[in-house]
């Protein structure tokens, strides 16, 4: 156990039997009261937000997280097959870890898992990812000048906005954050 002095931000702490990361550790000595220590977590599962005054000699328990690459190789259900890129050993991820940009990712892409002793706490792909058009509508001659945009969908079967000179068969450049089209891959 760790007293609440040891706690920086960006760790991962044990609270009230959930995991939550730091985002906000604060030192307040206020007047001619104690000092404490004011958190701001967030739980990794449901990503609740939680406030906390810890008291200077407070023990919490800080956990010990993995963070390493891994190749996504399948889907497989309500799990993503990943691969250790060092010992090529696999760990089935749950889909809900990704979030929306699980929509994004297709076979041999890199991503980053963290564990927490053989339990995975936070997923996240990468910010952005090269896919190839898969249909759109052909764009009309004269229409290229204004910035409207029209709907294509992509390799992975997601439907995004593109401008309009975009074409089948030309690979696009797209933010898994947002879903929105970046550039145009040549």
């Known amino acids: ?3 609440a002095s040891d706690i920086k931000n960006g760790n991962i702490l044990r609270f009230n039997g959930e995991l939550v990361a730091v985002e906000e550790f604060i030192h307040r ?17 449901s990503g ?10 407070e023990e919490v328990e800080i ?15 309500e799990f993503f097959v990943v691969m250790d890129n060092t010992s090529f050993e696999q760990f089935n991820i749950p889909k809900q870890l990704f979030g929306d940009a699980a929509k994004f990712l297709k076979e041999g892409m890199n991503v980053i898992i963290a564990f927490e002793s053989d339990e995975p706490i936070m997923a996240q792909a990468p910010t952005s ?6 249909y759109t509508e052909p764009a ?7 910035n409207a945009t029209k709907y294509a969908t992509v ?5 995004i906005r593109v401008p309009l000179f975009i074409n ?18 040549k």
């Open 63 to 77: 956990c010990r997280v993995e963070t390493n690459d891994y190749q996504y190789l399948y889907p497989d259900g």
């Open 168 to 185: 089948q068969g030309e690979k696009v450049r797209v933010d898994t954050r947002t879903g929105d089209y970046i550039e145009r891959v």
């Open 1 to 3: 156990m760790a007293k």
């Open 48 to 57: 609740k937000l939680v406030e906390y005054r810890f008291r200077t000699d």
């Open 155 to 159: 390799e992975t079967g997601v439907e």
């Open 140 to 146: 009309v001659k004269g229409d290229t000048s204004t």
């Open 29 to 45: 000595t206020p007047g001619n009261l104690r000092a404490f220590y004011q958190a701001r977590m967030r739980n990794v599962k």
């Open 129 to 134: 990812v090269e896919l190839e058009i898969t």
